[in-house]
């Protein structure tokens, strides 16, 4: 069955960088992309952006160009998510979902990972 | 402020039917098909339906989902204490500031 498992929850300070790691099973990992999705506590979604598991393609949201770089490791199917420049405001539950192209649904999502920013 | 509107809050007692709807503009729904997410409390999100109206396997025909022009609506008939989640609507974006994916803002559905 098709499971997408996350890195554990992380703790940093402002400034800092944190990298997510979504580990994928039961499927074709280059078959699919994987989105990256964030929920602040106590808020909706954020989509963040989407990598194609064939290529390497990636497509940022516009508000985190710059901050944001989206890998995968096809060897070992994990897909990877870096941030930085950390802000209180990036404190959230990171989510990744698969998705087979940049506009189709996420079908399956990891189980989240809690990243809290404070100083 | 979410680019589609959601309603905060709906409810609905036990076997009742419920609709939550999802406005959007030309550059999303409009354009574009929409998506629903249900998110129960304290765990990951779970598509509910795809392209505007489909349900995934698994997914009860209870379930079901609608668009006209730029708004979608989900309708939840034969209400279940199950049912008590957060429910998303995304929509891919072609905005000329960046193409995306949007969502709304959730509606948090009570069973009375």
């Known amino acids: 069955q098709v499971q997408l498992v996350q890195s554990g929850a992380e703790v940093k300070k402002p400034g800092a960088s944190v990298k997510v790691s979504c580990k994928a099973s039961?499927?074709?990992?280059?078959?699919?992309?994987i989105s990256w999705v964030r929920q602040a506590p106590g808020q909706g979604l954020e989509w963040m952006g989407w990598?194609?598991?064939?290529?390497?393609?990636?497509n940022y949201a516009q508000k985190l160009q710059g901050r944001v770089t989206m890998t995968t490791d096809t060897s070992t199917s994990t897909a990877y998510m870096e941030l930085r420049s950390l802000r209180s405001d990036d404190t959230a539950v990171y989510y990744c979902?698969?998705?087979?192209?940049?506009?189709?649904?996420?079908?399956?999502w990891g189980q989240g990972t809690l990243v809290t920013v404070s100083s | 402020q979410s680019v589609l509107t959601q309603p905060p809050s709906a409810s609905g007692t036990p076997g009742q039917r419920v609709t939550i709807s999802c406005s959007g503009s030309?550059?999303?729904?409009?354009?574009?098909?929409v998506n629903w997410y249900q998110q129960l409390p304290g765990t990951a999100p779970k598509l509910l339906i795809y392209?505007?109206?489909q349900r995934p396997s698994g997914v009860p025909d209870r379930f079901s989902g609608s668009k006209s022009g730029t708004s979608a609506s989900l309708a939840i008939s034969g209400l279940q204490s199950e049912d008590e989640a957060d429910y998303y609507c995304?929509?891919?974006?072609?905005?000329?500031?960046?193409?995306?994916?949007?969502f709304g803002g959730g509606t948090k559905l009570t069973v009375l």
């Open positions: 030309s550059s999303n729904i409009g354009s574009n098909t």
């Open positions: 995304a929509a891919w974006d072609d905005s000329l500031n960046g193409a995306h994916v949007v």
């Open positions: 979902a698969r998705g087979r192209g940049v506009t189709t649904p996420f079908d399956y």
């Open positions: 392209s505007n109206n």
């Open positions: 039961g499927y074709t990992f280059t078959s699919y992309g």
């Open positions: 990598i194609s598991a064939y290529n390497g393609n990636t």
